[in-house]
């Protein structure tokens, strides 16, 4: 069976996660604040903060933008339902705009539409890898802050700029099934110093010092420690980010393989009328191409049929309300 997601990892995985283990070091530590650095780098910002999921990066995110009860924040229908689960999480209410039938990112219109003075955010997801034209948001957007779902898009990349530095705020996800795996696993991107320290203390039960950052401390205040807000418990650890950082390295190579395996879906399937494909990288638009998506009438028989020849598939549907 030709599976839908495989993560391409190897022995220099398993050598990373068995040189942790021997540090005796696993959780929040040496190895998550290399990744951070080196991850943030990549994406040309200055700060990145490791959790625990794409799902407790959008959700820290709304806390840092003191989203509550009465708020809005728009977000597409063409999504993973944390994208509106973490807006629920804080009390506000999603709104949802409709997605372009070209792109299958936010449609401008919609969101135009649903702009209202209760409006706090708005939450582009670039579906499938593909980035949303950003600065087409903005100009809507004016004053109203970005938070980038880079959930499908780790990689891809907007007029030669990385995702997840483009609004306010990127959030990223390193599941199993993702460009960057780690098995579980998210990030922060931020530019926002006060933003980065707040989130790392978020993470961390609302603690202003990580455990391992108290070994650096004056030895003789290292135990101590203050909580000035309500935090969660959602950040990375070594053993998710010694993998992170190998696949990091691998991540080029990883998405150009990608953009080889879409080149062959284009050629091959360019001529079946009963298929709509989606659209090709050009000098704006870089995909990282997590998934390829393909639109027809008869979803449910093609994607039978292609099961039957060993050939696995999913399929995504837009969603119109959200139960509270």
């Given at each position: ?5 495989k ?7 398993i ?12 959780g ?15 994406c ?41 689960h973490?807006v ?37 997801v ?32 907007y007029k ?25 696993g ?21 603690i202003?010092k ?5 070994t ?14 309500i ?7 070594d053993l998710?980010?010694?993998i ?5 390295k ?26 709509e ?9 870089k ?15 093609l ?10 598939t ?5 969603k119109s309300?959200?139960l509270?």
């Amino acid at each position: 069976m030709i599976e839908i997601f495989k993560p391409f990892m190897g022995q220099a995985e398993i050598k990373a996660i068995g040189e942790v283990i021997r540090s005796g070091w696993i959780g929040l530590g040496p190895k998550t604040a290399e990744f951070e650095n080196k991850f943030a780098k990549f994406c040309g910002v200055q700060y990145a903060i490791g959790v625990n999921s794409a799902t407790s990066a959008l959700d820290l995110a709304m806390r840092l933008l003191k989203i509550g009860h009465g708020d809005e924040v728009i977000v597409p229908t063409m999504t993973f339902v944390s994208t509106a689960h973490v807006v629920a999480y804080n009390l506000a209410t999603p709104i949802f705009a409709d997605i372009d039938p070209i792109t299958m990112n936010i449609d401008f219109k919609d969101v135009l539409r649903k702009v209202s003075k209760r409006t706090k955010a708005i939450i582009p997801v670039h579906y499938s890898g593909r980035p949303v034209d950003m600065d087409q948001l903005k100009e809507i957007a004016v004053d109203i802050p970005l938070v980038e779902d880079c959930a499908h898009a780790t990689g891809a990349r907007y007029k030669e700029k990385s995702v997840g530095g483009l609004g306010n705020i990127g959030c990223f996800s390193f599941h199993a099934v993702k460009n960057l795996a780690m098995g579980d696993g998210g990030a922060l991107t931020v530019n926002n110093e006060e933003w980065m320290e707040r989130a790392k203390r978020l993470r961390w039960l609302g603690i202003d010092k990580g455990t391992w950052d108290r070994t650096e401390v004056d030895k003789s205040y290292w135990w101590q420690y203050f909580v000035d807000e309500i935090g969660l418990k959602c950040h990375m650890n070594d053993l998710q980010a010694a993998i992170g950082l190998v696949q990091l390295k691998k991540l080029s190579s990883m998405n150009n393989r990608r953009r080889k395996i879409v080149n062959l879906y284009f050629e091959g399937l360019k001529d079946i009328q009963e298929i709509e494909l989606p659209l090709h990288d050009d000098e704006i638009f870089k995909s990282a191409w997590h998934i390829f998506h393909i639109k027809c009438l008869k979803r449910n028989d093609l994607s039978e049929f292609l099961r039957e020849k060993g050939i696995n598939t999913v399929y995504h549907q837009r969603k119109s309300r959200l139960l509270v």
